[in-house]
């Protein structure tokens, strides 16, 4: 799963402003990487000199660069503009010129797809954990990013449906896993809740036997007295409703 990189609250360096900016827009996270990539690659490709004191000559450069020497496709230098276009007149708050610069003109190609048997091949081949998420992507039209944020609270049995959250466009959306992965779902989370009661008894178990070193108890019955207060939430202060009336 992604996890968004650490940027500090008052950021100093560019690019931290640039995360910022785009985080405080409610952008997609991958849609910032992709953005952060190619920023990147300009103000290298420029030598380090900082975006400020460059502007559409360099984006020019820059981009016919990446047809000429890179081979860039139409969709990769499409993806490199929109980033560049976004530093400027988003975020430094710059116009750009008519933009002039090499195209690329590479043959915009179908996709290759799995035949229907081709995915349940993949599938079949597939086992445990894997085999779940593999037929939710086919059976329920996740990505893969999707399949693995999936949440208990995302899952809804009575309305037999997925709740997607943040999905592409940082959109929510609503959609429906088959009939054939209803009890195995209903496994998979019966087993991560019971995974996580046994953690929360280990960590009970482990809080006794370290505030028993610490006390100095020789019974642990004496300690469980103090462990019972500090498991309380508000230091163990409870709340006069609580008592009656």
Do not use: C
């Amino acid at each position: 799963m992604d996890i968004p990189t650490p940027i500090p609250a008052q950021p100093n360096r560019f690019l931290d402003k640039v995360r910022s900016f785009i985080r405080l827009r409610g952008m997609a996270y991958k849609t910032e990487k992709t953005y952060l990539f190619w920023i990147k690659r300009f103000i290298r490709f420029h030598g380090l000199q900082h975006p400020e004191v460059m502007g559409s000559a360099e984006v020019e450069a820059f981009l016919s660069h990446l047809v000429l020497r890179g081979s860039a496709s139409v969709s990769t230098q499409r993806v490199a503009l929109n980033a560049l276009v976004f530093l400027y007149w988003e975020f430094l708050g710059q116009p750009l010129d008519d933009l002039k610069f090499e195209h690329s003109r590479k043959p915009v190609k179908l996709p290759t797809v799995f035949s229907a048997e081709e995915a349940r091949s993949v599938i079949r081949n597939l086992s445990g954990d894997y085999k779940l998420v593999g037929m939710l992507l086919y059976g329920s039209g996740l990505r893969i990013n999707e399949a693995l944020r999936l949440r208990v609270k995302d899952v809804d049995f009575d309305m037999q449906q997925l709740i997607v959250r943040s999905g592409k466009g940082a959109k929510d959306r609503i959609t429906l896993p088959p009939d054939r992965l209803i009890e195995p779902l209903k496994q998979q989370i019966d087993s991560a809740l019971y995974l996580h009661q046994a953690d929360l008894f280990r960590r009970h178990h482990l809080l006794d036997r370290t505030v028993q070193k610490l006390l100095g108890h020789s019974d642990l019955r004496t300690t469980e007295i103090y462990t019972h207060v500090v498991r309380k939430g508000g230091f163990g202060v409870r709340s006069p409703v609580n008592e009656g009336f």
